[in-house]
């Protein structure tokens, strides 16, 4: 596991004492059904990890980032 994921899963899991893996918090972040449900594993990946860390992950992770103006 990556540096990147370490520290992105440290700042996700720990609050809420979940275990996700990165590809199960990638699966959660790129579903809008998560925010629908009030994810709050998804809801801390985009208001507590730091903005560089997010682009960081989800290229990891092979995820294409989405910005809506």
Do not use: W
Not at 3 to 18: D, E, F, H, R
Not at 26 to 47: E, G, L
Request: hydrophobic share 40%; net charge negative; aromatic share 12%.
């Amino acid at each position: 596991m990556s540096i990147v994921a370490i520290k992105v899963l440290s700042t996700v899991n720990a609050p809420y004492g979940t275990t996700l893996s990165a590809e199960q918090l990638a699966s959660k972040i790129s579903d809008y059904a998560s925010a629908d449900q009030f994810d709050a594993s998804a809801f801390c990946f985009f208001s507590e990890v730091d903005e560089g860390l997010q682009v960081s992950f989800l290229s990891e992770m092979d995820l294409e980032p989405s910005y809506r103006h």
